[in-house]
């Protein structure tokens, strides 16, 4: 699956580094870089909240659509 670069290109996007991402989610920086890192073990509510913070679709950040917000 494509997430682990899906996670760094929002994140770029954003302009956001790991740490600012970890904050605006109330998260550690440890539970973000791990999320980029194995992204395959990413759980269901770790990925809402990327998908809902990054406006795009939970489909999109697994890669399995190009589209990135569902219409």
């Known amino acids: 699956m494509g997430q682990k ?31 980029e890192a194995n992204p395959d073990r990413m759980k269901l509510r770790d990925a809402i909240k990327v998908a809902d913070y990054f406006n795009i679709s939970i489909d999109y950040l697994a890669g399995r659509t190009e589209e990135r917000t569902i219409k």
């Open 5 to 35: 670069n899906i996670i760094a290109s929002e994140r770029a996007r954003n302009r956001l580094s790991q740490m600012e991402f970890a904050e605006k989610l109330n998260e550690p920086y440890s539970k973000i870089r791990n999320l």
